[in-house]
């Protein structure tokens, strides 16, 4: 997955989509698989990206990458007592509201309130902490030293940086090449599929031992105290079998993410984790994707099982063409040594909106690329985020960026195309139409270039009646005419008195009401 961060509106619609489809259970009270960070701030759970603390992610020792956690050795020793996972209190105590008080309080004189009340216990409690409390934080000079990516940066920047930009992180599991919740779990139950790279937790094998949710550097690897198993962002991996997006990427409001298949050659993917400079973790990771147009490359994927439609998915994959053609989309902390698989287009705007606050034109191809460059501030932000503090990568994306806005004024404006503002970022003019196309006028399916499901050896693909989590004995247990492409008749006439929800067309009633019984109303 990429995600452009400055189409991102912070309105959090994917957070709320991806919680009522995946963890609206008890025990997930307080579990985001996908939740919207401001910038700055402390993110979730807090300050979760303070390694030191919380030990997440890899680290090289003599040559050799070994988990932050530690070996078998001092794993074991804290299996039972393990100072570094995060309590509640670092996530959030989560909490409703007593609207019961509204409707039974008694008539009188004062006005009554629905105090919160906690969901793990029932007693009354103070709300101090959420999911997206940076929201309206972001910024504020009392939470900057929260924030671990702006304590390593100096005083100055610290000081001036709230008068620089604020701008919307949407965060999933990351489904890296080298999972380290993978690497520490003790019973195996956390495994990342060979035909799509999803990482997935066996609910059957899991123990709760929770060193997955210490191992994991992005957080994003939650307990259920109510089953005593851990669970994570599936990357709606029932969705994806059956050619459809994520709920987060169909429910986006500003359509900033985008998906698609890489190509990459797992044996790359150890030397490349493993290189000792922080900063040539970027550039080694995308030594490890492949060129799908390579026709020995072709050969070579279908030879090992990968179907061709896979192959013309991956040819016509927007995911490559930002991060491999473009370069405009860069990892999340490639420092923590995972590799990760969800990448972000850093945001232009903050400089756009720095130009046109102190009068100057905030298009004009002189004032922005020397806006990028002079604008220290949000470029080494953006670098502590993306590129393990290397700012190369993301003045290179920004500088694109700016080149492709101010060509596409010219275009509107019916000016004279200037082909050295192409040539500056080594691009053509047609580049930057096409680069203009996919991230401002892209349709659903250019942005979402997502094939079937196949299984591992198989050269055909498989076919999918629908989601798997509907199969005898499963979680959703519907019965096949109930699945993601019913036919009508299906949904006129639900089993059982029942409407299924996921595939229901906005009409038809039958089966979301119970039936009518003599002498009742509805």
């Given at each position: 997955?990429?995600?452009?961060?400055?189409?991102?509106?912070?309105?959090?619609?994917?957070?709320?989509?991806?919680?009522?489809t995946w963890t609206n259970r008890s025990g997930t009270e307080y579990v985001w698989f996908n939740n919207v960070e401001t910038r700055p701030g402390r993110g979730y759970p807090r300050g979760y990206e303070d390694q030191e603390k919380w030990r997440g992610g890899w680290e090289l020792r003599h040559g050799r990458l070994?988990?932050?956690?530690?070996?078998?050795?001092?794993?074991?020793?804290?299996?039972?007592?393990?100072?570094?996972?995060?309590?509640?209190?670092?996530?959030?105590?989560?909490?409703?509201?007593?609207?019961?008080?509204?409707?039974?309080?008694?008539?009188?004189?004062?006005?009554?309130?629905?105090?919160?009340?906690?969901?793990?216990?029932?007693?009354?409690?103070?709300?101090?902490?959420?999911?997206?409390?940076?929201?309206?934080?972001?910024?504020?000079?009392?939470?900057?030293?929260?924030?671990?990516?702006?304590?390593?940066?100096?005083?100055?920047?610290?000081?001036?940086?709230?008068?620089?930009?604020?701008?919307?992180?949407?965060?999933?599991?990351?489904?890296?090449?080298?999972?380290?919740?993978?690497?520490?779990?003790?019973?195996?139950?956390?495994?990342?599929?060979?035909?799509?790279?999803?990482?997935?937790?066996?609910?059957?094998?899991?123990?709760?031992?929770?060193?997955?949710?210490?191992?994991?550097?992005?957080?994003?690897?939650?307990?259920?105290?109510?089953?005593?198993?851990?669970?994570?962002?599936?990357?709606?991996?029932?969705?994806?079998?059956?050619?459809?997006?994520?709920?987060?990427?169909?429910?986006?409001?500003?359509?900033?993410?985008?998906?698609?298949?890489?190509l990459y050659d797992a044996d790359r993917v150890g030397e490349a984790a493993a290189v000792p400079g922080e900063k040539d973790l970027y550039p080694a990771q995308l030594g490890c994707f492949l060129d799908p147009d390579d026709p020995e490359i072709a050969r070579a994927a279908e030879e090992s099982g990968i179907p061709?439609?896979?192959?013309?998915?991956?040819?016509?994959?927007?995911?490559?063409?930002?991060?491999?053609?473009?370069?405009?989309?860069?990892?999340?902390?490639?420092?923590?040594?995972?590799?990760?698989?969800?990448?972000?287009?850093?945001?232009?705007?903050?400089?756009?909106?720095?130009?046109?606050?102190?009068?100057?034109?905030?298009?004009?191809?002189?004032?922005?690329?020397?806006?990028?460059?002079?604008?220290?501030?949000?470029?080494?932000?953006?670098?502590?985020?993306?590129?393990?503090?290397?700012?190369?990568?993301?003045?290179?994306?920004?500088?694109?960026?700016?080149?492709?806005?101010?060509?596409?004024?010219?275009?509107?404006?019916?000016?004279?195309?200037?082909?050295?503002?192409?040539?500056?970022?080594?691009?053509?003019?047609?580049?930057?139409?096409?680069?203009?196309?996919?991230?401002?006028?892209?349709?659903?399916?250019?942005?979402?270039?997502?094939?079937?499901?196949?299984?591992?050896?198989?050269?055909?693909?498989?076919?999918?009646?629908?989601?798997?989590?509907?199969?005898?004995?499963?979680?959703?247990?519907?019965?096949?005419?109930?699945?993601?492409?019913?036919?009508?008749?299906?949904?006129?006439?639900?089993?059982?008195?029942?409407?299924?929800?996921?595939?229901?067309?906005?009409?038809?009633?039958?089966?979301?009401?119970?039936?009518?019984?003599?002498?009742?109303?509805?």
């Open positions: 997955m990429v995600m452009n961060l400055d189409k991102c509106i912070g309105c959090h619609t994917c957070s709320v989509t991806c919680k009522q070994v988990p932050r956690t530690g070996g078998r050795a001092r794993r074991l020793a804290r299996l039972f007592a393990n100072p570094e996972l995060p309590a509640l209190d670092d996530y959030y105590q989560p909490w409703t509201y007593d609207y019961d008080e509204l409707l039974s309080a008694p008539l009188g004189d004062d006005v009554p309130t629905a105090r919160p009340r906690s969901l793990t216990d029932g007693r009354p409690t103070a709300v101090t902490w959420g999911p997206n409390w940076d929201d309206d934080l972001g910024g504020g000079p009392e939470h900057l030293a929260g924030d671990p990516v702006l304590r390593a940066m100096n005083d100055t920047v610290r000081l001036e940086y709230e008068r620089a930009f604020m701008f919307h992180l949407p965060r999933i599991c990351e489904h890296c090449l080298n999972p380290s919740c993978v690497a520490v779990c003790p019973s195996g139950a956390l495994y990342k599929r060979i035909e799509d790279g999803i990482v997935l937790v066996d609910q059957d094998r899991c123990r709760g031992w929770r060193m997955c949710v210490s191992g994991c550097p992005y957080k994003k690897v939650y307990f259920n105290h109510r089953t005593g198993k851990a669970e994570k962002c599936t990357f709606c991996y029932p969705r994806v079998e059956a050619g459809e997006p994520t709920v987060c990427s169909e429910t986006c409001v500003g359509r900033l993410r985008y998906l698609g298949v890489m061709h439609d896979w192959i013309t998915a991956a040819r016509r994959s927007p995911v490559r063409a930002l991060i491999s053609t473009y370069r405009l989309a860069l990892p999340l902390h490639p420092e923590y040594r995972t590799l990760p698989m969800v990448w972000y287009v850093p945001p232009l705007s903050p400089v756009v909106d720095a130009l046109s606050g102190s009068g100057h034109d905030g298009e004009d191809p002189a004032n922005l690329f020397a806006a990028i460059d002079a604008l220290r501030i949000p470029v080494e932000y953006l670098a502590g985020l993306f590129t393990a503090g290397d700012p190369a990568p993301v003045e290179a994306a920004l500088c694109r960026l700016a080149a492709m806005r101010s060509h596409m004024r010219r275009v509107n404006l019916g000016e004279p195309q200037d082909p050295r503002i192409a040539a500056s970022v080594g691009l053509d003019e047609r580049s930057m139409h096409a680069m203009y196309r996919l991230l401002a006028l892209a349709k659903y399916e250019e942005r979402y270039v997502v094939p079937t499901t196949y299984a591992a050896g198989s050269p055909e693909p498989q076919p999918v009646s629908g989601c798997s989590l509907d199969a005898e004995g499963g979680p959703g247990m519907l019965p096949d005419e109930e699945a993601f492409h019913a036919p009508p008749s299906a949904l006129r006439e639900p089993a059982a008195g029942r409407a299924n929800l996921l595939t229901w067309n906005g009409r038809d009633t039958a089966g979301l009401f119970p039936p009518r019984r003599r002498g009742t109303s509805r």
